[in-house]
């Protein structure tokens, strides 16, 4: 009878311990960081050959590098216009979008005349870029690697994951904000 109380006196002392906490499970981030910022170069690089190839391809254009990061070459430059667009203007504007081999993703129909507030609402990064680089009257051709596109995740419609793209962007008219005359 002693050793039976004395069992139900550990075996009830044993159980009164209470829950062990569980531990989080290290895990090393930075190489899967470091690994998305190898990929991210090597596709960015592989882009950038691409893009090169285009433009040695292409006698009849001048392209330029913007700072940003695209190449791009004057359609139509407008000489007499000296004002560019600037954060808060309305810029009237059109585009398309096409794919590197010049398949036509999206048409200046298709997307229409559209009315811009500068750095206000949402284009493209390289769109966007692009706005406030040419003038009034003005129209260029951009090749955007697809970190200036639609980046990883592409548009969700037609542009497709890391697609490179290829838009000519016309200014129609810049109306300048009233607030910072």
Partial sequence: MKALFNFLLVAFLISCEG???RHPVK??????IQAAIARSKSLLAA???LIKAIIA???IHSYS??????WFFYNKKNNRATVTAQPDD???M????LGFNNDTIYSMQDIGLIKYKVDKQELFPGLRHAVKMLKEDETATFLFPSSLGYGVPGDGNKVGVNMPI?????IVKIEKDSTSL
């Avoid at 590098?65 to 695209?70: D, I, M, N, V």
């Avoid at 290829?166 to 016309?170: I, L, N, R, Y």
Wanted: no cysteine.
């Fill in 19 to 21: 829950p062990t906490p």
């Fill in 27 to 32: 895990r090393n981030t930075t190489s899967s």
């Fill in 47 to 49: 882009e950038e050959n």
């Fill in 57 to 59: 391809r292409d006698s």
């Fill in 65 to 70: 590098q913007s700072a940003s990061g695209s």
């Fill in 90 to 92: 309305i810029v009237t």
């Fill in 94 to 97: 059109t585009y398309n979008v």
């Fill in 166 to 170: 290829k838009s000519t962007v016309a």
